[in-house]
């Protein structure tokens, strides 16, 4: 029998998410008021979050328990499945060994309700009724709608205009779920009105939702607010990913040389990858970490680390991120969930200490790579996780190229289910690459904040 | 902790499938050639099937080895989780234990790939080269077009023309994993060119289908046919399913009081209830045994016990099953993987042996059910699945009504995510049920073939 599946028994799930701030050389850069350029408090952040979540967002303790109601819904999928891709490493002819932890065994389909679960168990306790969001792509909004419908909170959802029309079936997964979904920018806000003043054929952004979504939540004492990535608390919530992933690569007698992970707010390459960096910060293990993302949003291997809002209209704190600017739009490719201006602060200080490699792939290489996958495991990647996919396959290449047999840990963060109709448009030849200039970048990065 | 997921140890996962012709009391009723009417023997179907298929479909040994290469796919996702749907009981406020098969955990997303498998295996044995199948919703198109992929054999579907269009997705499903799909009634068979002939804008049906697929099939040498459903070998394959369940709820100290599946052309259904039909026969243990087929397509409830052709264009053989008649055209539900007129003969036989109680669902029940189901349970599940999730419901509200706490047990064959569009227009108030008069169903009757 040759092995290719490692279960974990549910009494081997994490009882706890590791965070990573207890083990970081030099903490990470403070939050500021955009007001007065100070580090905000607690206090600033209550309108959106509730407390058990802004005091993990600035938690230095290294291991924060998982509440049992959490640990139980969790259990329906979790831990999820860690696979080694014999089929595909077969396919491509390499001596390297390729794992791949599968989270989108969730019933939402990707890795989101891992912490979309979390965020409503600490809402539902701290009294809220009902949590407003923003949705690109669609598997952070499904997520949270299957999360509050677990709960029995309202969901309220910005989705991304472009997306509210091209993919009505993740909308309608989240009308199943009970949420209400609306397109951004909509006529239900002040910002989102403002858009349409300016561009009344706005396709929308997630910064256009993201502003639409908090000022919404902060209009009401039952409604907060919930981020589906970028911030800490989101990423801490991911590491059960990779701290499971350990634990099964230990059964296979494994250790990854390298750990990849697709990067657009960053939390599900936090998820695989933190566990990891981790151990490398305590000196434990090494291991290389690469981050791939988009070439047409190329916030890491093109933007700039600096102070940036999270939202075109200023709603939010400053955080320093590798930021394209609150104002890039970028291109329409098919990751939605990718098509973010910012990289998480934590993921950006990270980098920042050189921990990261950080990857832009074209979105044609990220398809191939995606097609290959499905034709020989037989699971449909979502465009987002062929980002992951394309960078094992390039390490599996080198690895060949070299005639070394390394270990490949990738995070395979979701399903492809509801993003065939980019499959078909792949395959009829109607995708493309993109790629900004760096005049164009610069052009984006001149409005950011002026700060200190 | 509450326990909800049972799992299997994949060196428990059944080695050999179970045959249920060896606990028959009386034989199933001889297979018959069309022009003869006398029982047909494997010769006479070994231009559309390998020959260890044909030894299958009449074998009575009770146990059939699983290939080790089988054994070896299997294990990407088997065995399934059985799942307790304890917010689902909770829901109801039913005394019942409602237990679930998620038979969508496989990469194709339905119970099909479980023989979908196993016959691209034997074809590749026996040097076969290409696979012509036929497919309504698309749920067994595309899992024999992973099956394919895996063997390296070409495939080729016939899509039910209706579906081809109302279901592009589950096309491009099938397009990923390098299928070519046709939508039928088409122009490159002769049964094809005769129904557009007399009918240019037929929606198709998989009657029509059928004869399209066995048309081609048997005029090259390299090519054969494969049925995802209907014959005993089919059903054989799932029955991995069941025997499964059996040793899953072992572990939770269970035996179901009644199991469910939804019945089209019956293997999703036979797949769990035949190891349990079996204990009943030996006189092991009882157990109550539901078929849930829709009302639009009631072959069971309204159908004749008869002996009928399985394809319109009457290319296959004869065999006794309940039938709607073969020119039968059921409604256009979206259950479509259970539009089909007739059912299993297996299955017909127990069913006229006593074994099995069927009952018929409206449509408008069956999606209010599959909604109830997602929002406490997070799974979308496929409409057919729909069609087990309501009779499960129903035994859970009887148990609820009669005070009494029985084990229930049903089979979730596939999961919804190509299939939203159903959902969106059930929430839109679009959906209709349908019954067909006793007149129009005898009507459909009146043309059986003259048998004996």
Chains 1, 2 share one sequence.
Not at 107 to 123: D, E
Request: charged share 20%; hydrophobic share 40%; proline share 6%.
């Amino acid at each position: 029998m040759t092995k290719i599946k490692y279960l974990l028994d549910e009494s081997a799930m994490p009882t706890a998410w590791y965070n990573i701030a207890a083990d970081l050389p030099t903490p990470a850069p403070a939050v500021l008021h955009p007001g007065t350029g100070q580090p905000i408090g607690p206090a600033d952040l209550a309108p959106l979050f509730p407390m058990a979540l802004i005091m993990q967002e600035v938690s230095t303790e290294r291991s924060i328990e998982i509440p049992e109601e959490v640990q139980q819904i969790y259990r329906q999928w979790r831990p999820t499945p860690l696979y080694r891709a014999r089929r595909l490493e077969q396919a491509l002819d390499t001596p390297a060994k390729i794992y791949y932890k599968y989270e989108g065994a969730s019933p939402a389909g990707s890795h989101k309700p891992n912490t979309a679960v979390a965020q409503a168990y600490y809402n539902k306790q701290e009294g809220v009724k009902r949590l407003v969001t923003e949705t690109g792509a669609g598997q952070w909004g499904s997520s949270l709608a299957f999360a509050g419908a677990l709960f029995g909170l309202e969901v309220l959802v910005y989705m991304v205009r472009v997306s509210y029309h091209q993919k009505p079936y993740r909308r309608a997964l989240m009308e199943v779920y009970g949420a209400r979904v609306v397109a951004s920018p909509s006529e239900e806000t002040a910002s989102g009105r403002a858009v349409l003043a300016a561009h009344p054929d706005s396709t929308g952004s997630l910064g256009i939702a993201i502003s639409e979504a908090v000022e919404v939540a902060v209009q009401r004492e039952d409604t907060k607010y919930a981020l589906g990535s970028v911030l800490s608390h989101v990423l801490l919530h991911q590491t059960v990913i990779g701290i499971e992933s350990i634990a099964q690569l230990e059964q296979a007698g494994d250790y990854p040389d390298v750990v990849i992970g697709s990067a657009g707010g960053g939390s599900n390459f936090a998820g695989i990858a933190f566990p990891f960096i981790g151990a490398k910060l305590r000196g434990e293990r090494n291991v290389r970490v690469v981050a791939v993302e988009p070439a047409a949003c190329p916030s890491m291997t093109k933007g700039k680390y600096a102070y940036d809002f999270g939202d075109t209209a200023h709603l939010t704190p400053l955080t320093k991120m590798y930021t394209l600017g609150n104002s890039f739009v970028p291109s329409g490719i098919h990751a939605g969930g990718l098509r973010y201006h910012g990289m998480a602060p934590m993921v950006s200080h990270l980098l920042d200490l050189g921990q990261i490699e950080p990857i832009a792939v074209q979105q044609l290489e990220t398809f191939a790579a995606g097609m290959q996958f499905a034709r020989s495991e037989g699971i449909i990647p979502a465009p987002e996780s062929n980002h992951a996919v394309a960078g094992a396959i390039r390490e599996a290449l080198r690895c060949k190229e070299e005639g070394v047999s390394q270990t490949i840990l990738f995070n395979l963060s979701g399903h492809g289910h509801f993003d065939m109709q980019a499959y078909t448009d792949y395959q009829a030849g109607k995708l493309k690459d993109f790629e900004y200039s760096d005049e164009e970048v610069a052009a984006a990065l001149a409005d950011l904040p002026k700060v200190g």
